[in-house]
């Protein structure tokens, strides 16, 4: 496929006139062609009143058309074949598998979400019928569906370009909803952005949809993020980045005439709270474990263990030597851009200044540029507590083992921690009496807690919660992971006594998309 | 019962020590006895904390003893008897008959929130099972369930001293969901509260619960509220009021360093669309139901009908005459304040003093003080849309009818309304085409669509949907009505290969509350 270096609005490439811009490759921090024009904000209001004018007939799409347009998206992104893995590669620093990898889950997303379209719970089907005998008043005949927002504004990761970027999950999710999507492409990796765009935009077009139902713009950062959330037209916003730049998404959409919600999946510490049963067995394997967590992908996911509880005493000094000789081994790989890896030294400057801090142990640089050496840092739950600066994510291959002395410790860590996306025991069923009062402690704090397994690799399924309290996300009733992200998109609407030929297809008595339903608070299932 | 004329926290009468206020009975503006005295900020925190400390066994309740709490409080407030329906009709002018009507609605919705909190469908329970064998990947067990935020702050509203307020939706759904309650008494009903409040409180020593499950605070309004939404302890907050208010609360929920969720019910037009079938059968039946619908309880009820849009020519102006007979036989009621009956008369004057309105009827002023003439106002779409004066609510027995020449100018004055909780369609068979374009044009404006009734009357059922967009809401994704309205106070938590030990009790392998799971992404159910 051909990348042209422009903006894809409603199906239709426009060359912006606000200035260009270039991807890199941050491996060797060489300029990547072709130069990508940035659209002004006059050229934005094109693609949000397209989006607008797409809503009517997406939003009332049949489910089998809309389940098999989600689909020929994840045909089209694996027919580009090849040529996506490799630019992304140049683009990102990311290795072909891990790559490879991300571009199976974001397909099998797509296709995951197609499945739930077709079987129709999201449109949460209640119909309480009319009782006219009732006493002392009659009761009508009540219904009730979801239905999607609107347009849907969706900003991509810089450490997911497929998975949480052009047609990742905030653009599955919104597209299965029903909700046409504007989505702002991530500046450092344009070129894989326009050929996943491209390939949902010949969806849209085989499918004869609306034009507006997907448009990817190139803009100044910010201030096009900014003018894009403020777009009355734009009713709800999907966000994964820094916390910084989603508090301003979140500030700008609250200050909004109308205000809308935001979903921004921000920054975690991902604690590790390891108990001494899990260091009777395999120290060595638990050790490189943790490392394999912390390096992988560079460091730069989410989900990555930034803090590590260990217990003071013997076997907890096992494990930091073991942890030592593990991260010791481990060579720097490539960070997705210059700035990320120069905020990676920062952070890893202030934290191994911070009172208290020492180096467990540290691996070497990799020969690249911008691929720093990991580096595993220790400290007591004492001087945790106390200092903010050992609260703040470092993104990439940085982390704190912390020892504790009892299980008090920990709950009064854990109760001092931000909101986080999860939280991870370690341990065997001798510590199950101390780590039970450890979990509604955790339960206060993150969005998902793991028993001995590990944080990074998150499943897309029916049951998995990528969320968590602020600062985590903005919005602490959702998940931007897994089938509940569609409920992010979707708002009630009850109709009272309207005859069938008014009422929605799926409220319709004989319920000819088969939907499950609530008649009268009970379940009735009409499929499988 | 006795009242104290104090604020109740954590089941201990509490005197406040920041002033006092009364209850006025607005058919004579005179002051009801006892005063009231009003918290400080200071002891304001010990109900936020003990509420904060009671989450944590109140939030794990067998779902048996739970329910039954619930309906003991129900019991508890028909056990008050007619003293509750005296007192309220003192300090509010709302007839006998209307607040027993109420009070059946508040247990009744205590009593429905029970059969939720039985049947345990909002707990939310999925369960991916573990895939060992899966390629490339095994799978790990993950489990979802929903869980309370945390501690609720509940403003009541000053127009269902009961149904809205102390032991009203939002407290019931709160309660519901797991979450304890501090409830700022409306000041506007101090007693009503006090008696209610006291309901609560016995049923929560009862059960032996947590007092912080509960409390009562009466406070200087404004200033106690905004601090009640800004402590940390509170998580999220129910409110029913005016637009200011609301609009207050979420500046200051968004402002805090975790900002939280204000589910806040506002204002509404309720705009009623009347086409020519509906014209060929009784319209004096219609005209005298539109003003029955207007002027019941004074008109100060959310949904009353502020706007009706009727056709031009013979039709429309049979149903105009007729409209205008029927209000003329009206006489005004009491109103719940000086201050509101003063806001009314305010409105009132800014709409007859617009350009291209007149008086279509007016009633006669009631023989108590506070209860104006009800009085209906007529104008044309062509004026409507260019007028944002014909837009804004007149909290009373105040509506607006509107002339309208084709369905387009009907679709053309949707569009440009703000966000309201309900329309309404009055039709026959040969309409339905005319109104068909209108259907999807609504939705977007409201959160319930009514055909041949009145918008009036809001059952309290699974269906029902109390919400819209904004401004009528705060947050359009809810419901402030019926058994959706617990999924406010809930958030979803994924634990991933957590041994049955540690897992809580509903997402136990056997089940022990037999509540309905998602399995594998199947409707799995287990009670009926």
């Not at 490392?291 to 096992?318: H, I, M, N, R, Y």
């Not at 020492?358 to 595993?376: C, F, K, L, R, Y």
């Not at 929605?504 to 004989?510: A, H, K």
Request: proline share 7%; aromatic share 6%.
């Amino acid at each position: 496929m051909t990348i042209n270096g422009h903006s894809l609005i409603a199906g239709e490439t426009a060359a912006g006139t606000g200035g260009t811009t270039y991807g890199f490759n941050p491996a060797t921090n060489e300029q990547l062609d072709p130069a990508y024009t940035l659209i002004t904000e006059a050229q934005l209001t094109t693609a949000t009143s397209d989006a607008a004018d797409a809503y009517a007939s997406f939003s009332t799409l049949d489910p089998e058309t809309h389940a098999a347009f989600l689909e020929a998206i994840a045909d089209n992104i694996e027919a580009i074949g090849d040529e996506l893995i490799v630019r992304a590669g140049l683009e990102t620093g990311l290795p072909a598998a891990r790559l490879q990898g991300e571009r199976a889950r974001t397909t099998g997303q797509l296709r995951l979400f197609a499945t739930v379209v077709r079987q129709g719970d999201f449109r949460g089907v209640r119909i309480d019928p009319a009782l006219p005998d009732r006493t002392p008043l009659p009761r009508a005949d009540i219904r009730q569906r979801q239905i999607p927002l609107g347009p849907v504004a969706v900003f991509g990761a810089s450490n997911f370009p497929l998975a949480f970027s052009t047609a990742g999950g905030d653009t599955a999710s919104a597209l299965a909803a029903g909700c046409p999507v504007v989505f702002k492409a991530h500046n450092a990796h344009p070129g894989t952005g326009e050929l996943v765009g491209q390939a949902v935009v010949k969806a849209v077009k085989d499918f004869g949809l609306h034009p507006g139902v997907f448009s990817l713009i190139y803009g100044p950062g910010a201030s096009i993020g900014q003018a894009l959330v403020a777009d009355p037209a734009i009713k709800a916003v999907g966000f994964t980045g820094s916390q910084a730049a989603g508090i301003a998404l979140m500030r700008t959409a609250a200050a909004r005439p109308e205000p809308i919600p935001v979903y921004a999946e921000m920054s975690s510490l991902n604690p590790v709270f390891v108990f001494e049963g899990a260091l009777k067995g395999d120290v060595d394997a638990l050790a490189q474990q943790y490392v394999t967590a912390v390096t992988g992908s560079s460091g730069q996911l989410c989900t990555s263990p930034g803090l590590l509880f260990a217990p003071e005493g013997e076997l907890g000094d096992k494990l930091a030597a073991a942890v030592g000789r593990a991260i010791s081994a481990c060579a720097g790989q490539t960070m997705l851009t210059e700035g990320i890896a120069g905020s990676w030294h920062a952070g890893a400057e202030a934290l191994g200044a911070a009172a208290g801090v020492d180096i467990v142990g540290q691996g070497t640089a990799g020969p690249t540029e911008n691929a720093p050496a990991p580096t595993i840092f220790g400290t007591q739950v004492r001087d945790f507590v106390k200092n903010h600066v050992l609260h703040e994510e470092i993104f990439g291959a940085a982390s704190l083992v912390i020892r504790y002395s009892s299980v008090e410790e920990l709950i009064e860590a854990t109760n001092r921690l931000e909101g986080q996306l999860t939280g991870t025991l370690q341990l065997t069923a001798e510590d199950y009496p101390s780590a039970a009062p450890l979990v509604p402690a955790l339960e206060q704090k993150v969005g998902r807690i793991i028993v001995n397994g590990w944080p990074t690799g998150v499943e897309v399924g029916h049951a998995m919660v990528h969320g968590g309290p602020f600062p985590a996300t903005s919005d602490t009733r959702t998940t931007s992971v897994g089938t509940l992200a569609i409920n992010r998109f979707l708002r009630p609407v009850a109709y009272q006594n309207l005859p069938q030929e008014l009422l929605p297809t799926s409220l319709q008595d004989e319920n000819p998309w088969k939907v499950n339903r609530l008649v009268d608070g009970k379940p009735e299932l009409n499929q499988f």
